[in-house]
């Protein structure tokens, strides 16, 4: 079973299309169709902290690796047009998402999955999570032209020293800083303003104010940061990782969010000796107004139907599990706020 015939999808969405039984926590479905491209030989690329790198072939069948904490069943692509379409009534995804992966045909079979998807169902945008390794200008300039409303490349490491580490030849990884960066201002050019965007993980050896740095750099071109919280992977070579700093996550969270959408600017907020937020360049009572409203805690990623700054790619759990949620896939309460607001750890 393989690409472009098969696709692997989310646990969530397999759960939301009836595919397997079960149910999430607080939230009854993923809005966004998150699909993957799949291939026997499975993805060539060797991240430290991914459930898909190259090292564990000799250790599990690669159509079985966790990806992002959760198992992504393979299904007919076909099947799951069918399901979408017989479910619309409900209004259950307001967006499909292809994620490409490090092999030779994947950029191929994206273009079928994507010319497929518009054919099928139009009224549901497509973004690409793409894979800037195998990618020239030219592969973008088509995916706009078939259809594609945003475009992301998972850049996740914030410093060119982790991304090494992490990702390139530190790893036996083909992946390279340079080629990612060159990807994201082809995405700025072609897509344009508010239609691409980068992903970023946070808590991999990177201070808050190196990662909120490259924040502000994707919002400099016209883009949108998707932050996840770094969870290690079971398998993965950062397996023996600790999870983020609660405090980081959050207030990284909250900068990321000032940046992206209330037209705060990295320059007006300060960090201490280690890199750390101590201002985030609002008045107080304007501060607390925006921690009130949880957004900045919600999963953040591309837009659906509510508002430009809430994600209708919610990856319910991806990044924590239930009972200490990172990135929240559902409007907070004030209970949820409240332990946010601790966890930030502000004088």
Known sequence: MRSPAYVQLSTAAAITLGLIPGRMYRTPCTHCLNLLVTYPQ??????????????????????????????WPTVSYDDIIARVKQGDDRGQFQRMCISQITHPDSDADTFVLLE?????LPHIPVSILSNPTTLARDDLLRMKDLGAEIFTVALDAATPEIFERTRGRAVASPHRWEKYWQVIGWAAEIFGPERFGAHLISGMGETEQEFLRVCQQIRDLGGHNHLFAFFPEQGSLMEDWAPVDRGQWRRVQLARYLIDYRGVRLDAMAFDGRGRVVDFGMTRAELEAVIDSG?????????GKEAEDISACNRP???????????????????????????????
């Not at 497929?116 to 099928?120: D, P």
């Not at 957004?295 to 837009?303: I, Q």
């Open 42 to 71: 499975g993805c060539r690329a060797n991240c430290a902290y991914c459930g898909l790198a190259r090292h564990r072939e000799e250790n599990r069948d690669y159509a079985d690796r966790n990806f992002i904490r959760v198992d």
């Open 116 to 120: 497929k998807w518009v054919r099928e």
């Open 317 to 347: 759990y991806g990044d924590s599990p239930p009972g200490d949620i990172c990135s929240f896939p559902f409007a907070l309460d004030a209970g949820d706020v409240e332990i946010a607001r601790q966890q930030m750890k502000l004088d």
């Open 295 to 303: 957004l900045p805690f919600r999963t953040s990623g591309c837009p």
